[in-house]
Each structure stands twice: as structure tokens, then as C-alpha cells.
């Protein structure tokens, strides 16, 4: 398969999704950055993977990073969950939970949309829970 030069980012390269969507377009030849929280040295198997939380402050970072480079693709398959009932949820909690899932998301979608408005080309794919009932 002929990959061109196309750039994918993975956000929540750690998790199981991520991980498995990292691997399986690295062996099909695309270049591929993951970015994650936090990353074993086991998942530390390419220099173009980064920790780098996606919160509200890390956008900025990102952005800089990204500004001389192409990208593709975002994979944003960053996020968190608390088990439980939602009532019981501390304010604590809440906020996290969307700064992972609702902040840190727009955050890195206008990181990226400068760079892809540049090559006039680009695709945002969005992960939501697989646990939502």
C-alpha cells in the first residue's frame, strides 16, 4: 500500500484502542505519532511517540509541535471515566472528566486545524466512550 507521505496523530496511543489503531497503521506502513498521558517503555517503541496530556494548557504545546509538520489525520481517542453513579461524583471529578473528554479535545482540534487549513486537507476522527449505557 502506498501511504505517501501522510501523517496520522493518535491521541490515546496508551489505552487499548489506541494502542491497537497505533500498531495497526504503523505495520501498514503509515507514519504514525501517538501522544498519551503516559507511555510504558514497552510503548516507547517509536521516537515519534510523545507523552503529552491533552488537557487545556497542553494545546499550546501541541500546536507548536505541530507547526512545521503535516498531518493527515487525528485520531482523538484521548479520554477518562469514574465508575459509579454520576451523582456521587465529586465537582473534583466532573471537572476532569471533561477536561479530558470535552476540553482536552477541542483543544487539540484547534491545535490541528491551522496546519491542516494550510495543506487544504485533513480528517478529525473522534472515539467516544465504549462504555457509555
Known amino acids: 500500500m502506498n501511504t505517501g507521505n501522510r501523517k496520522i496523530l493518535v491521541l490515546g496511543a496508551s ?16 507514519p504514525v505519532v501517538g501522544v498519551a498521558r503516559k507511555l510504558s517503555a514497552s510503548q ?22 505541530l507547526r ?10 484521548a479520554g477518562a471515566s469514574f465508575k459509579g453513579y454520576f451523582e456521587e461524583m465529586s465537582p ?9 473528554n470535552l476540553v482536552g479535545p477541542m483543544n487539540v482540534t484547534r491545535a490541528v486545524l491551522p496546519v491542516m487549513r ?9 472515539i467516544s466512550s465504549g462504555a457509555g449505557l
Do not use: C, W, Y
Open 92 to 100: 473534583r471529578q466532573v471537572e476532569q472528566q471533561l477536561a479530558t
Open 15 to 30: 489505552g487499548l484502542i489506541g494502542r491497537f489503531v497505533t500498531d495497526d497503521l504503523r505495520a501498514r506502513g503509515f
Open 118 to 126: 494550510r495543506q487544504r486537507s485533513g480528517h478529525l476522527i473522534a
Open 44 to 65: 516507547k517503541s517509536s521516537p515519534l511517540d510523545l507523552e503529552l496530556p491533552v488537557m487545556s494548557m497542553e494545546a499550546p504545546m501541541l500546536a507548536r509541535l
Open 68 to 77: 512545521d509538520h503535516r498531518i493527515d489525520v487525528v485520531v482523538n481517542n
